[in-house]
């Protein structure tokens, strides 16, 4: 059986919304013509909100004044989905991956996707569960303590010429009152919960190193679930531990 083409990983570190989005857009060209192999982008981004291509704009709570004052962006991008917060302490991997050398379809990648984000939440101590119809990562709610279901990975992907771009922000230790600036998913009342929070470390700071360790269990994670080996950006053999590029 032959073996699946490798993805190859690349840490950036804290990086500008703008500045991923258009290296998306670059490495999806080069994917397209074939030019590279797949790409894993794992980072953390400065604050933004994104809205996906057809998001309704009413789920920004916080009014442009307010937005305005804090420095936080909001964007409208090609993926699917509604509004998203991003932000210090949030994972956030970006897959681009030409589907077809793969032998893979849309649904398959977004379980990939979703289980890796589960696989690397059960690595650092939170038990989590897809959910059926709401795309992304949960924490199970508790009805006899009227505990609802908490949202703390979210999913987004869009498919162009057969290559994805865009994907996952799985939150580790961000500051959990920025998702009071939307209804996160644009689902109203939704509860979204981190890492961090679900250990009791609610006093935590975000932390880009921790957002990179969650980055390593999810890079090895995803390749697993695609049964393709992961190598670092510049390396010629497997990822042992995830390292800057």
Not at 68 to 77: D, L
Request: a negative charge.
């Amino acid at each position: 059986m032959e073996a699946a083409p490798p993805i190859w990983a690349r840490w950036l570190g804290r990086i500008a919304y703008r500045d991923a989005w258009a290296l998306q857009k670059e490495l999806l060209e080069q994917r397209v013509a074939g030019d590279i192999e797949d790409q894993l982008l794992l980072l953390e981004h400065d604050p933004v909100l994104t809205l996906g291509r057809q998001a309704d704009d009413a789920h920004v709570l916080a009014t442009p004044r307010v937005l305005r004052h804090r420095g936080i962006e909001v964007i409208r991008v090609e993926r699917g989905g509604e509004v998203t917060y991003h932000g210090p302490g949030q994972l956030v991997a970006y897959p681009i991956l030409r589907l077809a050398d793969r032998g893979i379809l849309v649904r398959p990648l977004v379980a990939a996707l979703e289980a890796a984000m589960i696989a690397t939440c059960a690595e650092l101590g939170v038990e989590t569960f897809r959910r059926d119809g709401h795309p992304g990562c949960w924490v199970e709610g508790d009805p006899g303590r009227a505990r609802p279901h908490r949202k703390i990975g979210a999913l987004g992907l869009r498919i162009e010429r057969g290559v994805s771009y865009h994907g996952i922000a799985l939150n580790v230790d961000p500051d959990l009152r920025d998702f009071d600036l939307i209804d996160p998913c644009g689902m109203p009342g939704l509860i979204s919960t981190s890492i961090a929070e679900e250990l009791g470390r609610t006093a935590e700071p975000p932390s880009t190193a921790a957002v990179e360790r969650a980055g390593a269990h999810f890079g090895a994670a995803f390749a697993r679930e695609l049964g393709a080996p992961l190598l670092r950006d510049g390396s010629k053999s497997p990822l042992p531990a995830f390292a800057h590029a």
